[in-house]
């Protein structure tokens, strides 16, 4: 088919013009490849043709060429006749296929109302059947409930008349049973009041249950009361059956009556007019409750049944009558209460407590010890936990003790006041020790820097105090007992640690040591210093001053856990009034202060070498050598003296890396200035300060260290504290050393730069040195140099 043919074809239908969406063209593009470009409205056929032929020699293929457009033009009209026809049979089928599946949807319509008439005609026939099975179950639970009412009504009847001849007979024991059943069935019959007839029997039922309560009670009273009516103990132990199927107020009325007749005889051998009443006889108290249930367990053990805790009970209401007549008691013999007595009745009957809770609890309970200094020197009231597990239950875990102890509360005034006395017994003894050590006999003060012995006992003491005040009260008692502790605390550093110092320890007076006096300690550390004198303290004396540090360490983690135990046995309400922090900073304090005469003291052996740097002639010097001799002496004093202090302190390992920084902090500063007043000085002479300078920042890097066989690195604090202060002093001789030649606002700026800390003093000390002369002019325009640039350099410290 050549192209007329194919456009006669197309000519011979109907013009159909088709226009696309752009969105819908764009697709096409995409999905047919790259656009034709004579498709393009832009296209331009001049420019086409000469670009397919540019050249005359080009135009020898223009047939060709044209016969290829016409093939694929031709090509083009054939697909689109061909897609066309397609196009046409796939909307037949398309229709073909929507009809089918509209016949299809109809059918299964048809079908799913078919299944639902089924489904309806089912369930109407299981409506008939189950309305028959619905009905017969309901009269077979009607029937089952009228035949059980039938029977308990018959049990009831019958029930009655048995329960009132086996009443007569006191045949308890078979009665039990049968009242038990009846008593079940009058529940039954609860909702059926209305009957007239079940009202009948539920009321001769309960005639008969109020008779045998009259009748039991009666039996008892006549078999304890001494009357010859015959009932044995085993006719009493069934009746004890039978209370416990009566109403529980009869089994209360039972017990309280024979529970009071139990005590009446107690209460009349011990009635406040009898001299056995008084709390030196209390120990018969108990002697006579020990006896009598000793008794009454082996003759009336067996009548009253186990768990009825007879026994327990008696002992409970014992406890509460002789807390109400010891309470009266005391009251009106108040004046006669004396702090013995009132300690061996409290000794008495917290043992006695202790005794009723084993007995009736079974936990063992110990620690009836009474309140003695004990010998032991481990930390008291850092293993107090362990020891309460093991020893002893609080009191607020028994419900014993403290039930009769209780009465004896509002005069534990009295026991404080004792405690009071035996501490300020002991703190004369403490005090009469750390005199004697004084005056020669140091067997209290350890030489080797070891806690002071009487500071073990003192906390010992005080853990026996506070045991026994917790097992009587955890009220306001327990307050006052913190402040007898606080109390002896700040004596305790104010007459045995303080005067435990050598020398100084006259002109550390603490005076009555109460919160608001606390900063007294350390008002002025000048009134520290010895009298003007150069003598050092020996080597005894230091010692006597670590001992103190140690002890006041000691003092002060036993203060912690001694206000952590007050709290855990104070009332909670109580709890935020204990407050033992002012002692905390008096230990903290005294620390400080023996740090500081250590301090000063090594300092005091440096100071001849300081002085003796001073007078040497650094202008004169002609070369640089070793170290100079005042180094060497400086270095000697360490090794003499940091050896004993890190042996004394060995156990107190943070406080000597404490002394070491402040060493640092002070005898650096003192340096520097001893440096400044080296002058005039000469290069040569700068350079031999600067030697020696770095032998000394070596040897105090190496001093919590030196004269040991064993080298640990130095803490990294003190290092860096000597690191600073000495890269300051040879900062200063290297800014000596710079020459000025002339540019004097360059060597301010050097200055600054190397030390941008420093003050316009220590500027001016610094050109002193280097004996620059220059006029007043040139003076303050260093001056406002140097003001500017540090300036400068703090604005851009704090960005």
């Not at 061909?82 to 949807?105: K, M, N, P, S, T």
């Not at 001769?204 to 015959?230: N, P, Y």
């Not at 104010?494 to 606390?518: F, I």
């Not at 066989?709 to 990294?716: N, S």
Request: charged content about 25%.
């Amino acid at each position: 088919m050549d192209s007329n043919e194919i456009l006669d074809d197309k000519d011979s239908g109907p013009e159909v013009q088709m226009n696309f969406p752009s969105s819908v063209m764009s697709r096409i593009e995409e999905l047919m490849g790259e656009t034709e470009q004579f498709d393009s409205d832009e296209f331009d056929a001049v420019a086409y043709i000469n670009r397919v032929f540019p050249t005359e020699q080009s135009l020898s293929g223009v047939e060709t060429a044209a016969a290829r457009c016409e093939f694929r033009l031709a090509s083009v009209q054939h697909d689109i006749q061909r897609l066309v026809r397609e196009q046409a049979a796939q909307r037949d089928v398309g229709q073909q296929a929507l009809l089918e599946a509209q016949r299809c949807i109809g059918e299964l319509s048809l079908q799913v109302t078919e299944i639902n008439k089924k489904a309806e005609r089912s369930e109407s026939m299981v409506r008939e059947i189950t309305a028959e099975i619905k009905q017969l179950d309901c009269a077979k639970w009607n029937l089952t409930a009228a035949i059980t009412a039938l029977n308990h009504l018959h049990m009831l009847a019958g029930g009655a008349a048995t329960l009132r001849g086996l009443a007569q007979r006191r045949q308890y024991k078979e009665l039990v049973l049968p009242l038990q059943a009846i008593m079940e069935v009058l529940q039954h019959f609860e909702s059926y009041k209305d009957i007239r007839e079940l009202n009948a029997l539920r009321d001769e039922v309960h005639t008969i249950r109020a008779q045998l309560a009259t009748q039991i009670l009666a039996d008892f009273k006549d078999a304890f009361t001494g009357s010859k009516s015959g009932v044995s103990q085993r006719t009493l132990a069934e009746a004890c059956g039978v209370v416990d199927a009566l109403d529980p107020k009869v089994k209360k009325e039972l017990l309280n009556w024979f529970i009071s007749m139990q005590l009446q005889e107690y209460q009349h051998l011990f009635s406040p007019e009898q001299e056995c009443a008084w709390l030196s006889h209390i120990e018969r108290r108990y002697a006579w409750l020990k006896k009598h249930l000793l008794s009454f367990e082996e003759s009336l053990g067996a009548v009253f049944p186990h768990p009825w805790l007879l026994s327990e009970r008696i002992a409970k209401q014992f406890c509460k009558i002789t807390r109400s007549e010891l309470t009266n008691i005391m009251s009106s013999r108040r004046n006669e209460v004396d702090v013995k007595l009132l300690l061996y009745a409290i000794q008495k009957t917290y043992n006695f407590e202790v005794l009723l809770h084993k007995r009736f609890v079974g936990t063992d309970f110990t620690g009836t010890e009474n309140i003695e200094p004990s010998s032991d020197k481990q930390a008291p009231f850092e293993d107090d936990n362990k020891e309460g597990q093991t020893e002893e239950v609080p009191a607020s875990g028994s419900p014993w003790v403290g039930l009769i102890g209780g009465c004896f509360e509002p005069y534990l005034s009295l026991y404080i006041t004792s405690l009071d006395t035996s501490l300020r017994s002991l703190m004369d003894t403490f005090i009469q020790d750390a005199k004697s050590s004084d005056t020669g006999n140091t067997s209290n003060v350890n030489t080797s820097g070891a806690v002071i012995a009487s500071c073990a006992d003192l906390f010992l003491f005080y853990k026996k105090c506070l045991v026994q005040c917790a097992r009587l009260t955890t009220g306001e008692p327990m307050l006052e007992l913190a402040g007898v502790f606080q109390k002896y605390l700040r004596e305790y550093a104010s007459s045995v640690l303080q005067a435990a110092l050598p020398r100084a320890a006259p002109a550390l007076t603490l005076g009555s040591l109460g919160a608001a006096n606390m900063p007294s300690l350390v008002t002025n550390l000048h009134t520290l210093l010895r009298d003007e004198t150069t003598t050092r303290y020996t080597k005894q004396e230091i010692s006597k001053i670590t001992s103190v540090i140690t002890t006041s360490e000691y003092c002060l983690e036993t203060t912690v856990h001694l206000q952590q135990k007050l709290k855990e046995k104070v009332a909670p309400s109580l709890s935020d009034k204990i407050d033992l922090v002012p002692e905390q900073d008096l230990f903290h304090k005294m620390i400080s202060n023996c740090i500081q005469l250590l301090v000063q003291d090594l300092e005091l052996a440096c100071e001849p070498a300081l002085q003796a740097m001073t007078k040497i002639s650094w202008l004169h010097f002609d070369n640089v050598g070793d170290q100079s001799s005042y180094v060497t002496q400086i270095i000697m004093h360490l090794k003499n003296t940091i050896p004993n202090l890190r042996d004394n302190l060995a156990s107190s390992r943070k406080y000597f890396t404490q002394f070491c920084i402040r060493f640092a902090n002070s005898f650096i500063p003192k340096f520097i200035q001893n440096v400044y007043k080296c002058k005039p000085i000469s290069t040569v002479g700068s350079e031999q300060l600067l030697l020696d300078t770095h032998m000394l920042k070596t040897a105090l890097l190496e001093l919590p260290s030196i004269g040991s066989d064993v080298k640990r690195q130095a803490p990294a604090t003190y290092t860096k504290v000597v690191i600073k202060l000495m890269t300051k002093a040879e900062m200063i001789l290297k800014l000596v050393m710079a020459p000025l030649d002339g540019n004097l606002e360059g060597f301010v700026a050097q200055f600054v730069q190397l030390l941008p800390e420093s003050t316009i003093a220590e500027f001016h000390k610094v050109l002193d040195m280097k004996g620059a002369k220059l006029s007043k002019t040139q003076m303050s325009s260093l001056d406002a140099k140097f003001k500017d640039l540090t300036k400068s350099v703090n604005n851009e410290g704090n960005k």
